[in-house]
């Protein structure tokens, strides 16, 4: 079990500049999770994809985002137009469907100058 | 819909003494309830789950967590704390069959010598 992989895992650029973050889940998990962690809150659930299929995307996911999973493996999010509000730390997790639980990478956290 | 209150932001105990944080939950189905743990700049590690099996649940570490529907309580506990133990811990719902985690603002530990 090589666990969930992100990269990379800091990223700074500055305000208006596009960024994109690469996901790769635990090999036989079919599901794979994109969360949002600011400072000194919890994660919030941003989109969730099912192979492939990107079955449901949070209100918190505006038009700037984007996120795929072309062949049901590896997954990208990727931000266009940064602002200063997306400085965050973007983790992604995987499961192989409930009820097994959700396993995590260790994360990309974004910094805007 | 489901959500999750965790009662301390913070946590002080000395080595060796016991740990207990506190969480309640509040979901509109018969819930699965998770303890996370972040060490710092990392991602989040499964400590345990409940899914309407056992109420006393145990899980890795030393950690166990008691699930008490009429209180609708899951907190978290730890007989002796290691100076490892400090970190920030999340307590999770989801509703069973529902992928998408609620997370509670977490709980950060310090652990004195």
């Known amino acids: 079990d090589t666990g969930v992989s992100q990269d990379p895992r800091h990223k700074i650029t500055k305000r208006g500049q596009n960024v994109t973050f690469r996901c790769d889940p635990i090999?036989?998990?079919?599901?794979l999770y994109w969360y949002r962690q600011t400072l000194g809150q919890g994660p919030e659930f941003l989109t969730y994809f099912q192979n492939e299929a990107q079955l449901e995307k949070s209100r918190l996911l505006s038009d700037r985002f984007s996120a795929e999973r072309p062949k049901g493996s590896f997954s990208t999010l990727e931000i266009q137009r940064t602002e200063q509000g997306d400085s965050a730390m973007y983790l992604c997790?995987?499961?192989?469907?409930?009820?097994?639980?959700?396993?995590f990478g260790d994360g990309t956290r974004l910094s805007i100058l | 819909a489901q959500s999750v209150t965790q009662l301390d932001s913070h946590v002080s105990v000395s080595e060796g003494t016991p740990v207990l944080l506190r969480c309640n939950y509040s979901?509109?189905?018969?819930?699965?309830l998770f303890w996370y743990v972040q060490h710092p700049n990392k991602g989040l590690q499964l400590l345990l789950k409940y899914t309407s099996a056992a109420t006393l649940v145990k899980g890795i570490n030393g950690f166990e967590a008691e699930f008490k529907k009429s209180e609708t309580s899951f907190h978290l506990t730890k007989p002796s704390a290691h100076m490892s133990d400090a970190a920030e811990y999340f307590c999770?719902?989801?509703?069973?069959?529902?992928?998408?985690?609620?997370f509670g603002a977490g709980t950060t530990v310090t652990v004195r010598a």
């Open positions: 979901s509109s189905y018969s819930p699965s």
């Open positions: 090999s036989e998990h079919n599901r």
């Open positions: 997790a995987s499961s192989l469907g409930d009820p097994q639980p959700q396993h």
């Open positions: 999770v719902v989801s509703a069973t069959n529902d992928y998408k985690l609620s």
